[in-house]
């Protein structure tokens, strides 16, 4: 079964609505989490590294006062959009080594943003 | 030259044939390689994970890394409409994971 739950699974809304994304660890505990844009038909894309109790790491390129990250608890993480635009709009997914930083990432069902 | 290099496809082939998926990357340091299987509007789902080179198999899929070609290859056997996907090679050394762009994989029944 799933191993790393992301909710909500769709979501619609008007430009300049900020948007909350969850993601969490089930069953384990998760110090690092990654956050990933994927557009269609293209690979995926790192954003940031959450990191549990420190601040996150952003790729280059992404701002992050556009994609606040918060990784409050061993198991949560959550990316807020804020103030989406039409631009924003994409698939935005995340994950999370089990077992330690050079395991393999388990990613979760993803988010489907749509800014109209 | 781009980090990773994976054919996007779409490749289709009969039910029950042998698929070979395969990718190849530019930076030796590389030491981490994993396959993902993505059905369209879910997330990646790990499929296999291998380090370092040599062969790896579950059921019907079998990996392959040969680091000297800096290459690897996912094959699966007795290929079913269910394994429909889009698969990505992924790989990493002591940084963030690199993706394939996917190649996109139909089985015909």
């Known amino acids: 079964g799933a191993v790393v739950s992301q909710h909500p699974s769709r979501v619609i809304c008007k430009s300049g609505t900020s948007v909350k994304i969850e993601c969490r660890s089930l069953?384990?505990?998760?110090?690092?989490m990654f956050w990933y844009r994927q557009f269609p038909k293209k690979s995926l894309m790192l954003m940031a590294t959450s990191n549990e109790g420190s601040k996150a790491t952003y790729e280059q390129g992404v701002e992050k006062d556009k994609f606040l990250i918060n990784h409050a608890s061993l198991t949560l993480s959550t990316l807020t959009v804020t103030s989406a635009h039409p631009e924003d709009s994409s698939f935005y997914i995340c994950s999370a080594p089990i077992g330690g930083s050079n395991q393999p990432q388990h990613f979760g069902d993803g988010t489907r943003l749509s800014i109209l | 030259q781009k980090e990773v290099e994976q054919d996007p496809g779409p490749l289709s082939v009969p039910e029950g044939a042998i698929v070979s998926l395969n990718c190849t990357y530019s930076?030796?340091?590389?030491?981490?390689f994993m396959w993902y299987r993505q059905y369209s509007r879910k997330g990646p789902e790990l499929l296999m994970y291998?380090?370092?080179?040599g062969n790896k198999e579950d059921g019907r899929f079998t990996a392959q890394v040969d680091k000297s070609s800096k290459y690897i290859s996912l094959f699966i056997r007795d290929s079913q409409p269910s394994d429909s996907a889009t698969y990505l090679c992924?790989?990493?050394?002591?940084?963030?994971?690199?993706f394939g762009k996917g190649t996109r994989l139909s089985v015909i029944a």
């Open positions: 069953d384990f505990q998760a110090t690092t």
């Open positions: 992924a790989m990493r050394g002591n940084t963030p994971l690199v």
């Open positions: 291998t380090y370092s080179s």
């Open positions: 930076n030796s340091a590389f030491q981490y």
